[in-house]
Each structure stands twice: as C-alpha cells, then as structure tokens.
C-alpha cells in the first residue's frame, strides 16, 4: 500500500480541501475526486468539453512545435515537420469529430478528413468556410480560399505522417495552410460547443 500523507487540493487556483495521499497516481486522483465530490465541488467535463479540450491540446502542441522548433529553428533542433503534421491532422480530426457530436448527436468513426468532413450538414460545412475565408489572410491566403481542397491536403497525414520514414514519398503539407484549417476548425468548434 506504500506510504500515506496529507495532500492540499486546489480547484481554480484555491486550496479547497485536503485528502489523505499516496505514492499511486490513480489512487490520489480517486482520493481527490471523492473529497471533490463531498464537498459539492465535483463537475466533470461533458463529452463535448473534453473532446473540445482534447482537439485543443493536440493543436496547442503542433502550433508550439512549428513555433519553438520549426520557425525558430536552430542547427541543434531536429526537424519536427512529422510530428507537427501529426499533432495537427489529429486536432483537425477531432474537431470535426466534436462537430459532428454537436450536429448529429451521434459518433463519427471516420478518421479521413475528408469523410468526417462530408458527413457534416450543409449548413455546418459552409460555417467552417465561411471561418476559413475570414482567418485566411491570418495566413496568407487570400478569400478565395477553399477548406475541402486544404482537408484533401491533410486528409491522410495523421495515418501517413505517423510512419513518414516507411514511405518512399510523403504527400506535400503546407504548413500555413495546415496551421489555417486548425485554425477555422477551432472557432467554429468553440462556438457550436460553447454557444
């Protein structure tokens, strides 16, 4: 059972009570939610919260790979072009995938951009158009941008990118473009989850 301590609790900043620790990470977070729970405080993230938080956290990590390691890049830091297009496919899947939560009620189990994409209603895809022609100067492209032929870009990279040293040649990634759909995907995201 190893060793048990006393533990401060901190919700928003605040220490909000204490519970009795251990040395095991999942028994803390059990001891922790109980005591949450006990004191009215516990609210768990919806499904749509988390898959929000997740998509973001994935986009978080590819937009400080191409700042910290890409754009700034020095001659002692790896090239990170894979792991910036995998982290950034994966958000933009997991977008739409909230999206097609939001819209539908129902799971998408696609992970082609293009299907997840597809699969949206009418109205869902021309509001992401309509965010990619608004953020496109952002990234240097101009309002005749289209979102379905930069997905096309995009819509095997998460699989392919993953094992970019198994392929012979590996499909052409813009990253400004790329850093623009996560861009539209995010705001629209936000907004149909957080109306």
Not at 130 to 146: I, K, N, W
Not at 161 to 178: A, D, K
Request: charged share 20%.
């Amino acid at each position: 059972m190893g060793n048990r301590y006393l533990k401060s609790l901190k919700l928003n900043g605040l220490i909000v009570g204490e519970y009795l620790g251990s040395e095991d990470q999942d028994e803390d977070m059990e001891a922790a939610r109980d005591m949450l729970r006990t004191k009215g405080l516990y609210d768990p993230p919806s499904l749509l919260s988390a898959m929000l938080g997740q998509a973001n956290a994935f986009a978080y990590v590819a937009n400080a790979t191409y700042v910290d390691l890409m754009k700034n890049r020095g001659p002692d830091k790896p090239i990170v072009a894979a792991p910036f297009v995998v982290n950034a496919a994966f958000s933009v899947e997991l977008y739409l995938k909230t999206l097609h939560v939001v819209t539908t009620g129902s799971h998408a189990r696609e992970h082609k951009l293009l299907a997840l994409y597809g699969s949206l209603p009418n109205a869902r895809r021309a509001e992401l158009q309509d965010q990619a022609v608004q953020v496109a100067a952002e990234h240097g492209e101009g309002p005749q941008v289209q979102l379905r032929s930069l997905l096309a870009m995009l819509n095997d990279a998460f699989i392919q990118w993953r094992y970019v040293y198994e392929l012979p040649r590996s499909g052409t990634i813009h990253l400004q473009q790329t850093i623009l759909v996560m861009h539209a995907c995010r705001d629209v995201c936000v907004r149909a989850v957080k109306p």
